[in-house]
């Protein structure tokens, strides 16, 4: 080989392998900015990034086949979904006085009653990270739902198996399970305008609207729907829209259309999900736990369940309820 053909050869390399990595970084950025993005998992099988709204997987519920029949109405079982954040020893449910870790006690076998309610606990049975699932077992029937409607705390979802298979679930989605609590706090705070990043309590607590205080009387933003709802014949201060109380107590589609910003719309525009909160005023922190929950259902005010969006569940055969708590 003469001298000037290995010259002509030493550089041509580089426009191969410069050619090649273009090639690769194309496809890097197109696979990147593909809506159906997908991660490879332990074995290499590809699976679908997690995304807004997810249900979480069947291994997110913990093993069911353990679950014992119940003796009284209903069994329940608490599943730690904390991230390792905290241990079964230190994950507690409280219902009628009784407290017990999940540790010592993962099952509840709860009796028919009436506006019943579970406290779920982290880090200690009086922790200020504490939260609760309400239901109602009664004639053989399971009513039962989540809500945000006095503020979040931790994350919480719940299945209901039935004795004829069918499995309904609700609750905060799998992408907001599974980041961290810093994440989820700060993402409300980017998600929602101004007027709503005072309800964060760092990261104890995101306050409802209707508790709280600067959409009260004598708060910075007390006036914050009275225009829009003047606009449309109503006469409620902003903490009644938000709490649906006073004139809105017994309306809850005028409440929802205010909350929702549909008030100024034609009856059936109202009732579309498409057409909620498009625009200002309108209950944006509703909106956020909407945006994060199975199958977009929340409960982020009184009557948010007015077109069926709230996470009401029920079955007139139940087996078994599983929660989850979060971090």
Same mark, same amino acid.
């Given at each position: 080989?003469?001298?000037?053909?290995?010259?002509?050869? *030493?550089?041509?390399?580089?426009?191969? @392998? @410069?050619?090649? &990595? #273009? @090639?690769?970084?194309?496809?890097?950025?197109?696979? *990147?900015?593909? *809506?159906?993005?997908?991660?490879?998992?332990?074995?290499?099988?590809?699976?679908?990034?997690?995304?807004?709204?997810?249900?979480?997987?069947?291994?997110?519920?913990?093993? !069911?086949?353990?679950?014992?029949?119940?003796?009284? #109405?209903?069994?329940?079982?608490?599943?730690?979904?904390?991230?390792?954040?905290?241990?079964?020893?230190?994950?507690?449910? *409280?219902?009628?006085?009784?407290?017990?870790?999940?540790?010592?006690?993962?099952?509840?076998?709860?009796?028919?009653?009436?506006?019943?309610?579970? =406290?779920?606990?982290?880090?200690?049975? =009086?922790?200020?990270?504490?939260?609760?699932?309400?239901?109602?077992?009664?004639?053989?029937?399971?009513?039962?739902?989540?809500? +945000?409607?006095?503020?979040?705390?931790?994350? &919480?979802?719940?299945?209901?198996?039935?004795?004829?298979?069918?499995?309904?679930?609700?609750?905060?989605?799998?992408?907001?399970?599974?980041?961290? +609590?810093?994440?989820?706090?700060?993402?409300?705070?980017?998600?929602?305008?101004?007027?709503?990043?005072?309800? !964060?309590?760092?990261?104890?607590?995101?306050?409802?609207? +209707?508790?709280?205080?600067?959409?009260?009387?004598?708060?910075?933003?007390?006036?914050?729907?009275?225009?829009?709802?003047?606009?449309?014949?109503?006469?409620?201060?902003?903490?009644?829209?938000?709490?649906?109380?006073?004139?809105?107590?017994?309306?809850?589609?005028?409440?929802?259309?205010?909350?929702?910003?549909? #008030?100024?719309?034609?009856?059936?525009?109202?009732?579309?999900?498409?057409?909620?909160?498009?625009? #200002?005023?309108?209950?944006?922190?509703?909106?956020?736990?909407?945006?994060?929950?199975?199958?977009?259902?929340?409960?982020?005010?009184?009557?948010?369940?007015?077109?069926?969006?709230?996470? &009401?569940i029920t079955s007139d055969n139940p087996e078994y309820l599983v929660v989850a708590v979060g971090y």
């Open positions: 080989m003469t001298s000037a053909h290995a010259r002509r050869r *030493s550089r041509a390399v580089p426009i191969y @392998l @410069l050619s090649a &990595l #273009a @090639l690769v970084v194309t496809a890097m950025y197109m696979f *990147s900015n593909t *809506s159906n993005a997908t991660t490879a998992d332990a074995d290499g099988a590809a699976t679908k990034a997690v995304q807004a709204g997810d249900p979480p997987p069947e291994d997110f519920w913990g093993d !069911v086949d353990d679950i014992p029949p119940a003796e009284n #109405a209903l069994t329940v079982k608490i599943a730690n979904q904390t991230n390792g954040q905290y241990p079964d020893d230190e994950v507690y449910w *409280s219902f009628e006085g009784e407290t017990h870790s999940i540790a010592e006690q993962p099952y509840i076998d709860l009796p028919a009653i009436e506006a019943g309610r579970i =406290d779920i606990h982290v880090g200690s049975p =009086d922790s200020e990270y504490t939260d609760f699932v309400e239901f109602t077992v009664k004639d053989g029937i399971f009513y039962g739902n989540l809500t +945000r409607v006095d503020g979040y705390v931790l994350p &919480l979802a719940m299945r209901l198996h039935s004795e004829d298979g069918e499995n309904q679930q609700v609750g905060e989605d799998y992408e907001l399970f599974k980041q961290s +609590r810093e994440d989820t706090f700060q993402q409300f705070s980017d998600e929602v305008p101004a007027e709503f990043q005072g309800l !964060v309590d760092g990261d104890k607590k995101i306050e409802a609207p +209707r508790s709280g205080a600067d959409f009260a009387p004598g708060g910075q933003h007390e006036n914050y729907f009275d225009e829009y709802a003047q606009s449309v014949g109503v006469d409620a201060a902003t903490q009644e829209i938000f709490a649906c109380s006073g004139p809105l107590s017994e309306d809850p589609s005028g409440c929802a259309g205010l909350n929702r910003h549909v #008030a100024d719309l034609p009856e059936d525009q109202q009732a579309d999900p498409e057409n909620f909160y498009k625009d #200002a005023p309108a209950n944006y922190y509703a909106q956020f736990w909407h945006d994060h929950s199975i199958d977009n259902r929340s409960y982020g005010f009184p009557y948010d369940d007015a077109e069926g969006q709230d996470t &009401l």
